[in-house]
Nanobody
Framework: QVQVVECGGDLVQPGGSLTLTCAAA??????MGWYRQPPGMPREWVAY???????QYDDSVHGRFIISRDVTKNTLYLQMNSLKPEDTAVYYC?????????WGRGTQVTVSS
């Protein structure tokens, strides 16, 4: 079983920035992604990084969010800039695996003045 732990969620004002982190074994060996679940809504994909460090973003965050990782620290990051109230959600980290995917429990991001 692979443990995936997110942290860094907080209350931030519109226009502000926040960086989420995700700790998991094998960060450098598999594709990894960030998802989010807004209040009362289904979970949605945010960003993805391949094991070769190619990145992809949902249109709603493209140009504002940056996904990256530090394999020496087994850590995935999501740098979020120019935050909007509609970015409010529980953010989840996904680490792909050989036979199954592994999810964290999420971290709450609230964007409000």
């Amino acid at each position: 079983q692979v443990q995936v732990v997110e942290c860094g969620g907080d209350l931030v004002q519109p226009g502000g920035s926040l960086t989420l982190t995700c700790a998991a074994a094998g960060v450098g060996l598999y594709g990894m992604g960030w998802y989010r679940q807004p209040p009362g809504m289904p979970r949605e994909w945010v960003a993805y990084i391949t094991k070769n460090n190619n990145t992809q973003y949902d249109d709603s965050v493209h140009g504002r969010f940056i996904i990256s990782r530090d394999v020496t620290k087994n850590t995935l990051y999501l740098q979020m800039n120019s935050l909007k109230p509609e970015d409010t959600a529980v953010y989840y980290c996904l680490r792909e695996g050989e036979q199954k995917d592994y999810w964290g429990r999420g971290t709450q991001v609230t964007v409000s003045s």
